[in-house]
């Protein structure tokens, strides 16, 4: 896959599918990218597992942190990054040995490995990198043009309070 731009259903099918997301990196400091991100999905519906060593055995957002994928105790769909994209590959060969294995490894904004992308997606893995689950939901729900933010997609239509995981129903169904 082209990694330099994702098709709009490509990134909403994963919003859609996705129930259960371990975020790895997650922070328990208010003020950083991963907790508001993590904060954000809560409140979307999703249920977010944060990963982080230092963290390990506390909660954060109400959610208890785990040191690693391997310690989450449920099912997990996706695979959240907030690391360097050196980690990455690390990231990719931890997520091919769970089982059940997740679907998804998104890497969020500057994170980006060609060859751990190319790994993982050999490995049947749907992967996303250089991107923010977060913006994209906004922007795929039409919540982010609420605050004058060109979402790249023209409707006039309003959003869809839907019922199931999400708040607000993303505009494209998966097929």
Not at 36 to 64: D, F, S
């Amino acid at each position: 896959m082209n990694h330099d731009s994702y098709p709009d259903s490509y990134i909403a099918n994963i919003l859609h599918s996705v129930k259960s997301i371990a975020m790895i990196g997650a922070s328990a400091k208010d003020v950083r990218p991963s907790y508001i991100a993590m904060k954000y999905l809560l409140a979307k519906g999703y249920e977010v597992h944060p990963v982080n060593p230092g963290q390990a055995g506390k909660e954060i957002l109400g959610q208890m942190t785990y040191a690693r994928l391997s310690d989450v105790p449920a099912p997990i769909d996706m695979v959240d990054v907030f690391r360097g994209s050196d980690a990455l590959p690390a990231i990719v060969d931890e997520v091919l040995k769970m089982e059940p294995r997740p679907g998804v490894i998104w890497a969020q904004l500057t994170v980006r490995n060609d060859e751990a992308a190319a790994k993982a997606e050999a490995a049947g893995l749907k992967v996303v990198m250089n991107r923010c689950p977060k913006i994209e939901y906004g922007r795929h729900s039409g919540e982010i043009g609420w605050n004058g933010v060109n979402s790249r997609i023209i409707s006039s239509k309003k959003p869809v309070l839907q019922s199931g995981y999400q708040a607000l129903g993303i505009r494209t169904r998966p097929q």
